[in-house]
């Protein structure tokens, strides 16, 4: 099984196990007390949109493909082990398998983090975390804690770089009759893009955060900001080289604005609501990312859901803009024709305009299962998302996708 590590999480296992033996140093506890369990999704999706792939996230590089019943998009299987070694210290490692960027189901280390908690208020952890983006659970990888088949891919399947290697803090505090708590976190980033039919890792990527969660009984109010920041992006170097050397000056002040770093931000507001057999959610985003030509967007999903014995038939919709900010024209003349091609590319190469609506019913049949089926009705001016044979993004798109899970947890 091919695992990806780095300095903080192999500085993990080195402090995981020098608190096992502090924990027995002070407690006489021989050993720790450990847990293993795991969680999965078997899915099923069809389309008829022939030549077009349908993804849940840019992580994947593949999906859903036209006119055949498909089995990749959805299913995953996880397994996780937790340790507590006393009062104050513990340790959790979790892997996954789904497809990834590269086509293949290799199982990768998703969460693998030793936590410190000196008191009910404040946790501290150290090595592979996750980022708060999540309403019904803390990983977009377990189907089952999500009402639907798939967290909102139209809000969530672009924020895919939800993992990083490095440490968070989290306070807690009484506040009126719920409880709020202030988590702090900075890393390297990590995770992986399927663009336009290549994988994409970003190099030397730094991830800075912050999450404020108010939770009472029936209700949840979460603010999320993240900021990824790259410092060496080369994607755009041969684009910037032949502009800098085309006989146009319009052409060389466009390569000085290609920069290789740059910012990825994204902040959201969050609200779950629980009342008797009905629940609520909604999600709002707002995105930017700082490379030419400059994209910013906003996306929104709203869930509303009813409750009957075993029984919750649901609704969703969701939309995306993602856009340049400023307006990069440039027109050079016919015989600098597949260089304008290229340009043209970079400059609309992420633009996204999505919207899609869906109904489906969620089938509580047995302890830790749930089978769900939903219907998603998807209108596409541009999207990365859905694309065709060789992995560009679809144009003018409008296809109806029909979905169908097993999730459990063990």
């Not at 924990?23 to 389309?47: C, L, M, N």
Request: proline fraction near 4%; charge should be neutral.
């Amino acid at each position: 099984m091919k695992t990806r590590l780095s300095t903080p999480v192999c500085l993990l296992f080195i402090l995981l196990s020098l608190s096992a033996g502090a924990a027995r140093a002070d407690t006489g506890t021989p050993e720790p007390v450990w847990r293993f369990g795991g969680f999965g999704t078997f899915g099923a999706g069809y389309h008829g949109s022939d030549g077009l792939t349908y993804r849940r996230d840019l992580e994947q590089a593949g999906g859903h493909d036209g006119g055949r019943v498909g089995f990749r998009g959805d299913s995953r299987i996880g397994v996780q082990a937790s340790a507590t070694f006393d009062g104050h210290w513990s340790a959790q490692i979790q892997s996954v398998s789904r497809l990834d960027s590269e086509g293949k189901w290799t199982p990768q280390l998703s969460w693998t983090f030793l936590r410190y908690s000196p008191s009910d208020t404040l946790d501290v952890r150290v090595g592979r975390l996750g980022v708060d983006l999540y309403l019904d659970g803390d990983s977009r990888h377990v189907g089952y804690a999500f009402t639907t088949v798939r967290p909102s891919p139209e809000v969530l399947g672009i924020v895919t770089q939800d993992l990083f290697d490095g440490l968070d803090l989290t306070l807690r505090r009484s506040a009126g009759d719920g409880l709020l708590s202030l988590r702090l976190y900075g890393g390297h980033s990590r995770g992986d893009l399927s663009l336009y039919g290549s994988r994409f890792r970003p190099s030397d990527a730094r991830r800075l955060g912050a999450t404020l969660d108010w939770v009472r009984e029936g209700l949840t109010l979460r603010a999320a900001w993240g900021d990824t920041y790259t410092s060496s992006d080369r994607a755009l170097a041969p684009l910037a080289a032949a502009l800098a050397a085309a006989p146009n000056a319009l052409a060389q002040q466009r390569a000085a604005q290609i920069d290789a770093s740059h910012h990825l931000t994204f902040a959201g507001l969050g609200a779950l609501y629980e009342r008797g057999p009905f629940s609520a959610q909604a999600l709002f985003s707002w995105s930017r990312f700082s490379q030419f030509p400059t994209y910013h967007g906003n996306g929104a999903n709203v869930l509303l859901a009813y409750r009957v014995g075993a029984w919750k038939p649901y609704v969703t919709y969701s939309r995306l803009s993602f856009n340049p900010q400023e307006q990069r024209d440039l027109s050079l003349p016919a015989p600098l024709a597949g260089l304008q091609a290229n340009y043209d590319f970079a400059v609309d190469r992420l633009t996204m305009n999505q919207r899609s609506i869906g109904a489906g019913v969620r089938y509580d049949f047995a302890r830790n299962y749930a089978l769900k089926f939903q219907v998603d009705h998807v209108d596409a001016a541009e999207s990365v998302l859905i694309i065709d044979s060789r992995g560009m993004p679809a144009r003018s798109v409008g296809m109806t996708l029909y979905s169908i899970t097993l999730d459990f947890v063990f």
